[in-house]
């Protein structure tokens, strides 16, 4: 009888774990590390390129375009940092009315994601 | 695709026919439990290979992947031609074969077959939904095996990605990397199979440890992939439940060492465990708390068999693996676990684990989730669960299973501690981690749960008297 229990509890168990698993909503990673791919040929094949923080602080979403970027772009490093030669813009990271942080880069390249590259004046 | 496949099977066969060769496993072992050792096995040592590969500046690609082929191949076939002679003796069918099934036989298993039905297709489900995995997935494991697989002169590179866990070891992403070789691509399959991998072979120890002639077996094997927090991790393509899979066949392994009525039996069975606790310390940090507990244990079965020689057999099984763990941790990636990178010493340390009041704050924030860990329709299986284990091993049958419980409580109180001593903030830290650490320990405790009931006469026997060495 506890045999019986314990199998009709997994059963039941299991069909909720599917129904929850059906009912999830597609995870955007895919899309997002795709388009960081695309800075690919722009970018050195090893080394660092910056990424600028939000202006807004960072939150969920903003760190989960840091990390695809970095995911996307490896080997090379992407740390949050105005240093480097390259940096990425993510979209809505710069202020719309011109963000001072950008002083001393020219953009590169605009992507259809939104995203931007830019690079150091020599 | 294919070869990816080939790139997986290839060092669990030459594995499997190893252990026969080397008379570690024999006709008596369950075959599902060697199966599942050969997985661990095959995989784990593939994964050392590649790398001492990489530490040489041997590019993970085409060639690599062809090399490695032709060398997993030629260690099989000269273990199978070491078998051939003794007839071969590679599976414990015979010793297995079921006797007559009951109406009632057929009925558990086809339960158990609905449930494996429904777990494989959530598990499909999720990877549908999330083809990169999880949030550690991309940010972790998959990142590290890019680095890996994509540029051998700076993949240590890894190390400057602060959120990567540049502390934690390289089984798992050194096994996709070496995959993705044989493949050709970054195939995000490679790691989607690897994880269906460690559930099928979590619940193949369980079963198989349990002899899956009875029916209690089956019963064990579905509770132990029905909750949702299994599935989901089996398709996170994390380590997590790999973890649980060297686990709990280091235990089994370690358990079927306490039982052992022979010397040499003991000396196998030692000897497996040992090189499972090692590799499971080559899988994740917990691995090495693994490693700390069960070593005194193995030392235990050495004095229960009145047999000092025994710990040599462990020793030989654990050093290999060890020297590699130490290796990479002080002189490839000497960074401290992250946990505990801002700690500010032992001191601090322990007054945080002697403050009535952090124990207060852990207690409160694991409570509930204790209660519905699982997933829906599951909440209680972990508590009910742990009770049904600590009775067990009251039992006669269970007493077999005191081993397993008593690391899998020390393991427990190892997460326990860390959540109180590690200088982040603790509610984050419960919640981020609590439910893949019980995945971890969950396919042992399971195993300990179901280890009472209808033993063989002969297990009985073996647990009412000390072993003797023979001569």
Same mark, same amino acid.
């Given at each position: ?122 | ?288 708390? +693994?490693?700390?507990? @069960?070593?005194?244990? !193995?030392?235990? *079965?050495?004095? $229960?068999? %009145? &047999?000092? =020689?025994? #710990? ?69 299986? +972990?508590?009910?669960? @742990?009770?049904?284990? !600590?009775?067990? *091993?009251?039992? $006669?049958? %269970? &007493?077999? =299973?005191? #081993? ?68």
């Amino acid at each position: 009888v506890l045999g019986g229990l314990l199998l009709a509890w997994s059963l039941l168990a299991g069909v909720a774990a599917l129904r929850a698993a059906v009912a999830r909503v597609p995870d955007q990673m895919a899309e997002q590390e795709a388009e960081f791919r695309a800075f690919a040929p722009y970018l050195p094949p090893s080394g660092r390129v910056g990424f600028l923080q939000p202006f807004d602080g960072w939150m969920d979403a903003s760190v989960r375009t840091h990390y695809a970027a970095q995911y996307a772009l490896a080997p090379r490093v992407v740390p949050e940092s105005l240093s480097e030669e390259f940096l990425i813009v993510a979209r809505d990271a710069a202020r719309p009315e011109g963000d001072p942080r950008l002083a001393g880069f020219v953009e590169v390249e605009r992507f259809p994601s939104g995203h931007r590259l830019f690079r150091r004046f020599p | 695709v294919t070869a990816a496949l080939f790139g997986l099977l290839a060092p669990v066969a030459a594995a499997w026919l190893s252990l026969a060769a080397l008379r570690l496993r024999t006709a008596r072992d369950s075959a599902l439990v060697t199966g599942a050792l050969s997985i661990c096995i095959g995989v784990g040592l593939s994964s050392l290979a590649t790398y001492w590969c990489v530490l040489m500046g041997v590019a993970i690609g085409r060639g690599f992947a062809a090399v490695d082929a032709i060398a997993w191949t030629a260690i099989g076939l000269v273990a199978w031609r070491a078998l051939r002679p003794r007839g071969g003796a590679t599976t414990a069918a015979t010793a297995h074969a079921p006797g007559h099934l009951t109406w009632v036989d057929w009925l558990v298993r086809a339960a158990f077959v609905a449930v494996a039905v429904t777990a494989a297709a959530t598990v499909v489900a999720h990877g549908m939904a999330a083809p990169h995995g999880e949030w550690d997935a991309w940010a972790i494991w998959n990142q590290k095996a890019r680095f890996l697989s994509r540029d051998i002169e700076h993949w240590t590179a890894v190390l400057d990605v602060t959120w990567s866990n540049p502390s934690h070891p390289l089984l798992v992403s050194l096994s996709v990397a070496r995959l993705w070789a044989y493949a050709g691509s970054e195939t995000t399959l490679v790691p989607a199979v690897l994880g269906g991998v460690w559930a099928v072979g979590a619940a193949a120890v369980v079963m198989g440890a349990l002899g899956i002639g009875r029916r209690r077996a089956w019963i064990a094997g579905a509770v132990l992939i029905a909750p949702a927090t299994f599935t989901q991790l089996a398709a996170a393509q994390t380590a997590d439940l790999a973890v649980g899979l060297f686990m709990v066949a280091a235990l089994a392994e370690l358990r079927s060492a306490v039982l052992a009525t022979e010397e040499g039996e003991a000396r196998a069975h030692l000897l497996v465990s040992a090189l499972l606790c090692g590799l499971t310390a080559w899988t994740k940090n917990e691995g090495l708390v +693994l490693l700390v507990i @069960a070593t005194p244990i !193995a030392g235990w *079965v050495a004095a $229960r068999h %009145g &047999r000092a =020689g025994l #710990v040599a057999w462990w020793l030989a099984g654990v050093l290999p693996v060890c020297m590699t763990v130490l290796w990479h941790k002080t002189v490839v990636a000497p960074v401290p676990p992250e946990y505990m990178a801002e700690a500010a010493g032992p001191a601090a340390a322990m007054a945080r684990l002697l403050d009535p009041a952090r124990h207060a704050l852990v207690w409160s924030l694991i409570a509930p989730r204790v209660m519905t860990w699982g997933g829906p329709l599951a909440a209680g299986a +972990l508590p009910l669960t @742990a009770a049904a284990a !600590a009775l067990a *091993v009251f039992t $006669r049958a %269970g &007493r077999s =299973g005191r #081993v397993v419980l008593a690391v899998v409580v020390l393991m427990f109180a190892a997460y326990y501690a860390t959540w109180l001593a590690a200088p982040l903030d603790t509610p984050w830290l419960v919640a981020t981690t609590f439910d893949r650490l019980i995945v971890q320990i969950w396919p042992s405790l399971v195993l300990v749960a179901f280890s009472a009931g209808d033993a063989p006469a002969a297990l009985a026997v073996a647990l009412a008297s000390p072993v003797r060495p023979k001569g």
